[in-house]
């Protein structure tokens, strides 16, 4: 048996040990420990050193409000947790946990030097230290700073684990599942409600799980715990999540829960998520997250041995551990007693209650005085731990008063193994807060309660500043739980227990919380982040007044326990620092999550292959089958480019161009966004949104159609058909589908309710094959089941209905890439069908498929914009030569107004044109700047920038398209674009390089 | 990448599950209109018009008829072909403001049908899909992780989605993913 454990009693599976190591060592603990517990049975109380001074720290409580004893577990080298909360971490077989912040081992450890330094490191000392020489930051500080600071390692490996997320309903969430939730929880689900309850803790219970001496409806405590558990777990209507941390609290009753679901397992069963992110929308909130003890500050309080009192009753009562043997308690209110009660009961021998109160026993409990008489316990009163002694562990404390000066008197030693710290509960108030209710304070408590809601939501028992016994707790709790049925529409009662309270239970009494404090050499308020009394002095002495500032200023309460034990103390600290009541120094607020939450539980299941969705054409399977090379347009997936053996990108490109001009090729325009706006309004709709006159465009013909926003800027642009009098075929850009969608809707719903139009998208009914090239027609002509596309019957920008070897088509006569051009949209489904039937009849044309990298050159060719690359958000229809699709008659459009501003039309505007480099071999980079001077020394005058750039097979040498501050009226100059390598000379020249008459297209 | 991805997923492929699987009906419309015209389409179909968020109708025919907005209506035909049900209601919305268009190739369905449907679907998708809240019969437009859908709740662990062709991959993939939480082995 462990050193520290006791033969019987606990909650803890006795009939098999449990190994695990820590720091590499060898141990024993049980089912039902923690790793706190454990280590605490095998006398380990050294568990990690601290944050900054890298003083040697143990275990100071038994929950998540744990700010020392942080460990990193380790499964394997991708499954290894840093800075857990020992006292949190449940032992399973096999655990293996290091400390951390030690080097080169937790006993010896040169990081403790910085302590030597502690008077050179004050609070802020970062803010004051570091500043010169300036280079120094980058080359010796930070890196300096960044290696001494941090706690635990994060694993370099991926994740290999699943993390699951679910979005859940219901009537009533309790949060905490102790006497209170319990018994919400219970009220609750007898109306018939949904209910979900949830508790950070592997076992409901609560308090009650320390509690072997109340009894409930004639049961002993943790028999109606069992009861209750059971009651709620046969009602299909209740979901119970232990493990499970509500984090966040979020408008509108919704709430974060993170559930931990196989980190206490020796073997987790292969696929089970680790675990499992609740959001939870919730018609009624019952908080009962209990309260968190505090502990007192006075020199030496951080020494492994110091332990809050609570704790040391719970691994007592829980795990059957007593963590010391000579045990002296410290306290400022009347729970210390109880804990007093409980240790010389098991065996242990209490020195000494050191009671801060001069007379603390007239509001105690009858029988209290003669119980500490026959156990032998002395109570010192108005007394304080002046200091405590011991090397690594504490060894003695020095006790005395404290006379009218401050000074202390009449100090003395007493030997111990194990001091225990009382230092008052403190509701834990975090996830009220977080809920935006309004805090108040309490005079009596002197603590913050939870005053007016914000939601629709009450808190009970402990939380809300029941203190002071179980029946309290438990009746509150069924009150709210019957409230909250009531308030979400079922008819809930409230249950009434008998109970029976043990005699010694924790009451508040007096709590003389300002006056409690020590001063001294190492008096810590922040265990975490090593935050002393004298800091706080400093803050104040410097000038600060608010809590906000001195927290920041200090950075207590700003670790990543969030302040749990350290925020109240520290804000006492100031207020009697500052002469002021505490309620005016302020309160810090509450932020999710309450602990920390892996990131991988945000991300669940939103990764590798399902992080986004990717999306893939009804011809993708084609364009794998030829070979291509896709690149990410939005979500989708498009063919890049078609390399044939031994070609690069280059190679492929410069002959799928070759193909286009001078025979035909094949591309996948299926992305494209399509719109259908239809009703009798579609004509008007059309006219006010895009810039374009829709009201000539004949059923059956085209046009390119121009979309500003309202402040005048090029949005997207895209082919759009007349389909009939009140029906429009829209394209859109492919990145563009859902936005241009979502602004007409927007402009459809809200500004132009007089229409009466509609829309829908089609993006993903049609497959659209764009076949292009002089030899387009050829092509398709023996195809299309007998229609007549000649010139004459199918003009450039016209649109027909028919068949395409029997599959309903239509065929839009566009281009794109300058050539003779069709788009083929068939069904989806029969894309591939038909686009096999083009590629058959291509085989003796030389039909080649083409990508987006030579759909962009051939384009480029023709200087025809792609929106995005081209355009930035900042480019008007002028400046992009676009100023002919602008439908002048008309009354207005999305984006008229903004165009008359005197600005829109400065001559100085970039403007788009073309550049042709010098040396054509010579390709510009997309991105490069232009200037007009050469030889400039930066920051030089720039007067544009590159957009497009390519080499062009076709031109046998390098285009590119840019924007040039008054570009058009510099066509002809010679302008330049500096690089690392030089300042390459470029011509200006209009904006279309090849067939600028369009001969090409009207064949 | 094999070319079962030219239609998606390729159900059939072994990532689709058997409690997942594709059903395809023979048509289906985005019908957008005024009451009246919503009226009149409701009548040459000979069901009542699903005028209200979360409503269905059709149930007992072929056709199932969703309510996605104030003036939207999505109609899935399950015999009826696009070319025969759209000349039909085009004749009955004659001189009637609206708009009728083919989406039958657009989407695609799946059948959800497992005990765990619903907690699945909770795993991305935020309704309350208890059945007194989303009962039986109900249908609307709403979101599956980063994908639009549209659930119709055919009993009480059996659903209908309708989701976009090219997003049917990433919602098959994610709720192949899920379901090993509630059946490991699937």
Known sequence: M?????????????????RFSFDGKSYEGLQGDTLAS????????????????????????????????????????????????????????????????????????????????????????????????????????????????????????????????????????????????????????????????????????GSLLCDDRSRIDGLAATEWVTAAIAELAQNPRVRLLPRTTAFGYFPHNHLGLSERITDHLAEPPAGLARERLWQVRAQQVVLATGSIEQPLVFPGNDRPGVMLAGAALRYLKEQAVMPGRRVVIVTICDSAYRVAFEMQAAGARVAAIIDLRPDPSPAQPDGWQQRLRQAGIAVETAARVLRTRGRGHVSAVEIGRLDAAGLPTGQRSIDCDLLLVAGGFVPSVHLFSQSRGKLRYDEALQTYLPGDSAESERSAGACRGLLSGLAAALQDGAAAGAAAANASGCAGEEPRFEIIEDSTAATAGRLPRAEAAVSGPKAFVDFQHDVMLKDLDLAMREGFRSIEHIKRYTTTGMATDQGKTSNVNALHHAARGLGKPVPSVGLTTFRMPYTPITFASFAGQARGEIFDPVRRTPMHGWAVRQGAV??????????????????????????????????????????????????????????????????????????????????????????????????????????????????????????????????????????????????????????????????????????????????????????????????????????????????????????????????????????????????????????????????????????????????MHAPDRKQLVGLLTRDPRVVLEEGAQVVDVPGQAPPMKLIGHVTSSYASATLGRSIALAVVAGGRARIGQTLHVPMPGGEIPVEVCAPVFYDPKGARLNV | ???????????????????????????????????????????????????????????????????????????????????????????????????LVDVTQRQVGLRLAAAFAADLLNCGCPLDLDPARFPVGSGTRTLFNKTDIVLWRRGVDDFHIEVWRSFEDYLVRWMAEAAQDFAPQR
Not at chain 1, 173 to 201: F, K, Q, T, Y
């Open chain 1, 2 to 18: 462990s050193v520290a454990r006791l033969p019987t009693g606990g909650q803890v599976g006795r009939d098999r040990t449990l």
């Open chain 1, 38 to 205: 454990a280590l605490l049975a095998n006398g380990v109380h050294l568990v990690g050193r601290s944050f900054k001074y890298h003083r040697p720290r143990g275990i100071m409580t038994a929950g998540p409000e744990e700010p020392s004893a942080l460990v990193t577990v380790r499964r394997d080298a991708a499954r290894s947790t840093p800075n857990l909360r020992a006292t949190q971490v449940e032992l399973y077989d096999g655990l293996c946990a290091v400390s951390q912040n030690r080097w080169p081992s937790l006993r010896f450890d040169l990081g403790r030097l910085t302590e030597l330094f502690s008077p050179l490191l004050p609070a802020g000392f970062y803010y004051k230290t570091f500043m010169w020489p300036r280079t120094a930051w980058h080359q010796l500080y930070e890196p300096l700073i960044r290696r001494m600071a941090g706690l635990g390692e994060a694993p370099l490996l991926p994740d290999p684990d699943r993390y699951a997320q679910q979005h859940a309903h219901c009537e009533v969430l309790v949060v905490g599942a102790g006497p209170a939730g319990l018994a919400a929880a219970l009220a609750a689900s007898r109306s018939g409600a949904r209910v979900i309850l949830c508790d950070e803790r592997p076992r409901f219970g």
């Open chain 1, 630 to 903: 896709f690149e990410d347009v939005g979500m989708w997936k498009r063919a890049r480019f078609f390399p044939r053996s031994g070609e690069d990108m280059h190679a492929a490109v410069a002959r799928e161009c070759r193909a286009v001009r001078e025979g035909c090729g094949v591309f996948d325009a299926s992305t494209l966004g399509k719109i259908v706006v239809a009703g009798p309004g579609a004509t008007a709709f059309m006219d006010r949104f895009y810039v374009n006159d829709w009201s000539k465009l004949a059923v059956g013909r085209c046009k390119y159609g121009v979309l500003l926003r309202d402040d005048g800027f090029v949005y997207d642009d895209g082919v759009v058909a007349r389909l009939a009098e009140d029906r429009f075929h829209v394209t859109t850009t492919t990145g563009g589908a859902a936005r241009v969608l979502a602004m007409m809707e927007d402009y459809r719903q809200t500004e132009w309710t007089d229409l009466d139009v509609w829309l829908t998208s089609t993006t993903e009914q049609w497959a659209v094959i764009a076949v292009q090239g002089p030899r387009a027609r050829e092509l398709l002509a023996p195809l299309v089941d007998g229609l007549d596309i000649s010139a004459a019957a199918l003009p450039h920008m016209a649109v027909v209905h028919g068949t395409l070897r029997g599959m309903p088509m239509m065929l839009f006569r566009v281009s794109f890439t300058g050539e003779l051009g069709f788009e083929v949209n068939v069904p989806s489904d029969q894309g591939a069908a038909a686009l096999d039937a083009i590629c058959e009849a291509g085989k003796a044309l030389g039909l080649t498929p083409y990508g987006t990298e030579t759909m962009h050159v051939l384009r480029a060719e023709k200087g025809f914009i792609i929106i995005g690359q081209d355009t930035d958000g900042t480019v008007t229809p002028d400046d992009v030569g676009l100023t002919w699709a602008i439908g002048k008659a008309k009354p207005d459009f999305v984006g008229k107004r903004a165009l008359a501003r005197p600005a």
């Open chain 2, 1 to 99: 990448m094999s070319d079962t991805a030219s239609s998606g997923i390729g159900m059939g492929t072994t990532l689709a599950p058997a409690w997942l699987q594709r059903v395809t009906p023979a048509a289906r419309f985005v019908l957008q209109g005024g009451p009246s015209a919503l009226a009149a389409a409701a009548r040459a179909l000979g069901i009542p018009d699903a005028d209200a968020p979360g409503r269905c109708s059709g149930e007992g025919t072929t056709l199932t008829l969703i309510w996605l907005g104030p003036d939207e209506r999505l109609l899935i035909a399950w015999l009826e072909d696009a070319a025969s049900l759209g000349a039909r209601l085009e004749a009955a919305l004659a001189g009637q403001a609206h708009s």
